[in-house]
């Protein structure tokens, strides 16, 4: 598909997944907004897309953990006179160890960036989106948004409220012609491991992707419709032996997998 002249706007595009989404959607000819709190990055980015596919690139610095950013981006985003056509909800962070070990304010940024922002920018631009019966919406969640993974409480937690809010509303905005997918990769060659502060354990290891070809895998599912879609095979089985493993079993297998 075609997005000459569409907006897309990606969050987390200063590294990761935000990059493989960026470069995937200007090679099909979109415009696009790049969010995240480093702009040097970004401005790099922009640079290469506008030069190698000829597309407009804007880029606006913001750090989505904090309250109220989400509708100051909206707001700036107006006044650009850009109508979005497509949302990439990308931007997210894990933090890994003993719940009681993390400090609350990093708990705290980590759930209004995972959780808040993701239902905020949802919320302020699908309903453009419905006035307009157009668009789509990709939101980024998670293997572990599965099953409760010890040494992930928070981070799975937020990741199981954005593939449950994600297949809702796939369903309640499909009638006015606007699309939403989930998208749940397992471990990927990001920088996420290391600013979670996770160390990859063999299965970890023996799971990884590469971020190109997982964003890949997002972008056709959304571009299809689907409502929601785990990466890979080795992942897709994971979930699957979820559905036939009691809870507290799936738990101890993932608080073992991660702890080597
Ligand atoms: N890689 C994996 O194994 C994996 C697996 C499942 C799900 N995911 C999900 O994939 C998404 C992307 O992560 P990634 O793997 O690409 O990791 P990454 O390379 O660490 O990228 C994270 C992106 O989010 C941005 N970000 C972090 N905090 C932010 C904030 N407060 N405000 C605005 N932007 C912020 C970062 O930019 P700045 O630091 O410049 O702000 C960066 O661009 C996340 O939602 C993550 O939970 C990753």
């Known amino acids: 598909m075609n997005l000459n002249g569409k907006w897309a706007l990606v969050t ?22 790049l969010v995240a709190r480093r702009s040097g990055p ?5 640079d290469n897309l506008r030069r190698t596919n000829g597309v407009q690139v804007m880029v606006e610095p913001a750090d989505l953990s904090v309250p109220g950013a989400a509708a100051e981006l909206k707001n700036k985003i107006d006044r650009l006179g850009i109508d979005v056509d497509i949302l990439v909800n990308n931007a997210g962070r894990g933090l890994y160890g003993e719940f009681l070990d ?8 980590m759930v209004n960036l995972n959780l808040m922002a993701v239902t905020e920018l949802t919320h302020l631009f699908a309903q453009q989106m419905i006035n307009r ?9 998670s293997l572990l948004g599965y099953q409760a993974t010890p040494g992930y409480a928070v981070y799975g937690a937020t990741k199981a409220y954005v ?13 006015h012609n606007v699309n939403l997918t989930v998208l749940s990769p397992g471990p990927t060659e990001t920088s996420f491991a290391h600013v979670a502060g996770q160390r990859n354990t063999l299965v970890v290891r023996a799971l990884m992707m590469e971020p190109g070809a997982v964003a890949s895998l997002g972008v ?9 879609i785990v990466a890979g095979l080795m992942n897709k089985l994971v979930v699957l032996s979820d559905r036939l493993t009691p809870r507290v079993l ?11």
Do not use: Y
């Open 163 to 175: 593939l449950v809010l994600g297949e809702a509303l796939h369903a309640e905005l499909k009638k």
């Open 42 to 46: 970004m401005e790099e980015l922009a």
């Open 12 to 33: 987390g595009a200063s590294s990761g997944f935000g990059v493989e989404f960026a470069k995937l959607l200007a090679a099909r000819s979109a415009n696009l907004v």
């Open 220 to 228: 056709n599912a959304m571009l299809q419709r689907k409502s929601s």
């Open 102 to 109: 993390q400090p609350l304010d990093t708990i705290t940024a």
């Open 250 to 260: 799936q738990s101890l297998i993932m608080q073992k997998v991660l702890s080597g």
């Open 133 to 141: 019966r157009t668009g789509h919406i990709l939101l980024i969640a």
